[in-house]
């Protein structure tokens, strides 16, 4: 009798194996000539082709919009768009915004405040524990 190998595929998840950054895009919105782009301004002089070139797999584009404060846009391979307004920020405040857009999900930002805290696939063995259970007392 020969031995078969079982045809069982694991489900990939993301960080097991290859890692794929969420974020697909960046869009850099600036004003050339208004105080609030200042530090976008020099962002986009000293820090972006030194971003641009550690991380080749966002796509960034650069677009001025005159007349308007400066807004960072991430775009999430999920289809989710996060914008940020940083106007009126230094050159290092507006590179800690563009990480905190790389590096975040693209999901909506949930609030955990008491009830269910754990997810889980499967509930739990002993089922849901409710008062009309259990050996009546008297009183």
Same mark, same amino acid.
């Given at each position: #009798?020969?031995?078969?190998? @079982?045809?069982? @595929?694991?489900?990939?998840?993301? +960080?097991? +194996?290859? !890692?794929?950054?969420?974020?697909?895009?960046?869009? !850099?919105?600036?004003?050339?000539?208004?105080?609030?782009?200042? %530090? #976008?301004?020099? !962002?986009?002089?000293? &820090?972006?082709?030194?971003?641009?070139?550690?991380?080749?797999?966002?796509?960034?584009?650069?677009?001025? *919009?005159?007349? &308007? &404060?400066?807004?960072?846009?991430?775009?999430?391979?999920?289809? *989710?768009?996060?914008?940020?307004?940083?106007?009126?920020?230094?050159?290092?405040?507006?590179?800690?915004?563009?990480?905190? @857009?790389?590096?975040?999900? +693209?999901?909506?930002? *949930?609030?955990?405040? +008491?009830?269910?805290?754990?997810?889980?696939?499967?509930?739990?063995?002993? %089922?849901?524990?409710?008062? #009309?259970?259990?050996?009546?007392?008297?009183?």
């Amino acid at each position: #009798m020969p031995v078969r190998a @079982l045809r069982v @595929l694991s489900t990939s998840q993301n +960080g097991i +194996g290859a !890692f794929i950054l969420q974020c697909k895009r960046l869009d !850099f919105h600036y004003c050339d000539w208004a105080g609030s782009s200042k %530090g #976008m301004n020099a !962002f986009l002089k000293l &820090h972006l082709s030194a971003f641009a070139a550690q991380h080749p797999q966002i796509e960034i584009h650069v677009s001025p *919009r005159p007349s &308007h &404060h400066p807004v960072v846009r991430g775009t999430y391979i999920n289809g *989710r768009e996060k914008a940020i307004c940083v106007k009126n920020l230094e050159k290092e405040q507006v590179l800690q915004k563009v990480e905190l @857009l790389r590096d975040a999900s +693209g999901e909506k930002v *949930r609030r955990v405040k +008491g009830g269910k805290v754990v997810t889980s696939v499967n509930e739990s063995v002993r %089922g849901i524990w409710s008062p #009309m259970h259990g050996a009546k007392s008297p009183i």
